[in-house]
């Protein structure tokens, strides 16, 4: 499996704007696929936030992990977050979500990052088990949501 930066083949946008449309749209209900496509291409410039990471496995397209400036418009005051963690139906229970998730995490350490957020509705252990804590829960457009933060270098 490898992971890269999806400005190394921004081919796979379509293919990821609708996987990640088909996924979160509840959420985020005033977004379309084309204004997904749209953000993503935004993300592929030099800059670490934001970034998108894909993940292959033997050449196929199997999920997505990012790193972007605020994914909560309820906690604008916190910076950066991990989002758009996704690994297809078929790549699922293989460790690529763990993989998305490390990389994202060392690459923000890498560029002096001392703390990460993100939230979720479901995956609370999965985070937790990489080291991720709770500091909070909400309900957020219409989901209840715990929200995480990591701590990358002693606060």
């Given amino acids: 499996m490898n992971i ?8 796979h946008i379509p293919t990821l704007a609708d996987w990640h449309h088909n996924e979160w749209a509840h959420l985020n209900p005033d977004d379309n696929v084309q204004k997904r496509i749209d953000k993503m291409q935004s993300y592929l410039g030099r800059e670490l936030i934001p970034c998108t990471f894909i993940a292959k496995e033997r050449n196929r397209l199997a999920g997505s992990a990012a790193i972007v400036k605020h994914d909560m418009d309820t ?15 078929e790549y ?7 993989k998305l998730v490390l990389h994202v995490m060392g690459k923000a350490k890498d560029e002096g990052i001392s703390t990460l957020h993100l939230f979720t509705p479901n995956k609370e252990k999965f985070y937790k088990d990489l080291g991720w804590s709770t500091f909070g829960e909400e309900l957020y457009r219409g989901e ?12």
């Fill in 144 to 155: 209840e949501v715990a929200i995480m933060k990591l701590f990358l270098s002693k606060p």
């Fill in 75 to 89: 906690k604008l005051e916190l910076s950066p977050w991990l989002a758009s963690v996704f690994v297809a139906p």
């Fill in 4 to 11: 890269l930066d999806l400005k190394e083949e921004p081919e």
């Fill in 92 to 98: 699922r229970q293989k460790g690529i979500g763990t």
